[in-house]
C-alpha cells in the first residue's frame, strides 16, 4: 500500500481509502462490512470515511464498533457533518450549534475521543464563514479535530475560506472531498489548480462512478438486482450506452497491463499528484482486494493519451 501527504499537511494516508457511504449500516450485511473493513486494514488501508448522515448514524456507529479492534494511533478517521439530521431549524447546516451538536453525536457513535478530519459536507451560504470556521477551530485546539475538511466546495469557496482563516488565524482547510471519476472531471480546471497552490488535497469520492467502472453493468436493460444502480434511480439514469461501450474499450486497456478496468480506473485517478486518495466502497472482501490493487501503479503516458482519447469521444 502507498501513502500520500494530505495536502500541505504532514498526515500521510493510503492512497486507495474505505467509505460507508450507501453501504455500511445499511444494505449491505453487517458481517460482510466488518469483514471488508478488517480486511481493509489487513491490506495496510489506515484510511477509513463515515459521515453522520450515512443511514442516520448507522454507518458511524458499525465502522466505530469495528474500527475498535485496532490501535487508534494506526489509522485515520474521517467524519462530516451539514445535511439534516432531523425536522427541527437548527437540525442542518454549519451554523456553530448544528457543528457542536453533530460533532459530539459523532464522537459518541464512533466511541473515539477525536477525529482527525472533521469535513463540512457541502457549503452553507446561510451561515457566516467565520462562525463555521471558528467553531471547527475550536474543535482543533480542544484536541478533538486534528484537520479540516470541505466537500464539494468550489475553488472561490475555499480560497474565500482560507482567507477568513487566514485574517483571524484560524485553522486552515487542508483537504477536499470532491466527486471525481473518469465520466465526471469538473475539478480539473480550478480546483486541483487553486488546491496545489495553497496545499488542499483531494479526496475523491465515487472514483469508480457508483461502479460504472468496475464493467459490471453491460446494457442499460440488464442491471443487477442487486447493484446500487438498481437501487437509485439517479444512478441508473447515469448509465449510458456511450459510457458502456467506453468501459468496453477501457476493460481492453485494462488487460493489456494485467490490470481489472476497476483497477484502471482508480489508477487513473491516482496519476493526479493533488489527490492524496480515492475513496472506495466495498460491500464484501473481495472488493477492497481488488481495490488495493491498484495502490502504486503507474500508467505511462501512452497509456493516459490513450485513455484520453476513449473518455473525449
Not at 40 to 50: E, V
Not at 126 to 142: H, I, M, Q
Not at 223 to 228: F, Y
Request: proline share 4%.
Amino acid at each position: 500500500m502507498n501513502y500520500r501527504r494530505l495536502g500541505s499537511s504532514g498526515l500521510k494516508v493510503s492512497d486507495i481509502s474505505l467509505g460507508s457511504w450507501l453501504t455500511y449500516g445499511g444494505y449491505v450485511e453487517r458481517e460482510n462490512a466488518v469483514q471488508a473493513i478488517h480486511k481493509a486494514y489487513d491490506l495496510g488501508i489506515n484510511f477509513f470515511d463515515t459521515a453522520n448522515v450515512y443511514e442516520q448514524g448507522a454507518a458511524e456507529t458499525l465502522v466505530g464498533e469495528t474500527i475498535k479492534a485496532f490501535p487508534r494511533h494506526s489509522y485515520v478517521l474521517a467524519t462530516k457533518a451539514f445535511w439534516p439530521m432531523g425536522d427541527l431549524p437548527n437540525d442542518r447546516g454549519l451554523s456553530r450549534k448544528h457543528l457542536t451538536d453533530q460533532f459530539h453525536a459523532s464522537l459518541k457513535r464512533l466511541d473515539v475521543d477525536y477525529v482527525d478530519i472533521m469535513y463540512c459536507h457541502r457549503h452553507d451560504p446561510e451561515t457566516p464563514l467565520y462562525e463555521t470556521l471558528r467553531t471547527l477551530d475550536d474543535f482543533v485546539r480542544s484536541g478533538k479535530v486534528l484537520y479540516v475538511g470541505v466537500s464539494e466546495w468550489t475553488a472561490s469557496q475555499i480560497a474565500e475560506a482560507h482567507a477568513v482563516a487566514d485574517r483571524y488565524l484560524l485553522d486552515r482547510i487542508v483537504v477536499n472531498q470532491p466527486q471525481y471519476n473518469m465520466f465526471n472531471r469538473y475539478i480539473e480546471p480550478e480546483i486541483i489548480p487553486y488546491s496545489e497552490r495553497s496545499g488542499v488535497g483531494q479526496v475523491v469520492f465515487s472514483p469508480l462512478a457508483q461502479g460504472l467502472l468496475t464493467g459490471k453493468y453491460t446494457s442499460v436493460d440488464n442491471i443487477p438486482a442487486d447493484s446500487r444502480a438498481a437501487k437509485l434511480d439517479g444512478m441508473k439514469k447515469g448509465i449510458t450506452e456511450q459510457k458502456l461501450a467506453q468501459v468496453q474499450q477501457l476493460s481492453s486497456i485494462a488487460s493489456e497491463l494485467d490490470l481489472t478496468v476497476g483497477q484502471l480506473a482508480l489508477a487513473w485517478i491516482l496519476r493526479q499528484p493533488n489527490v492524496a486518495s480515492a475513496l472506495v466502497g466495498a460491500s464484501r472482501p473481495e472488493q477492497i482486494i481488488e481495490n488495493a490493487g491498484a495502490s502504486g501503479v503507474k500508467l505511462p503516458q501512452e497509456i493516459i493519451d490513450r485513455i484520453e482519447e476513449i473518455l473525449s469521444v
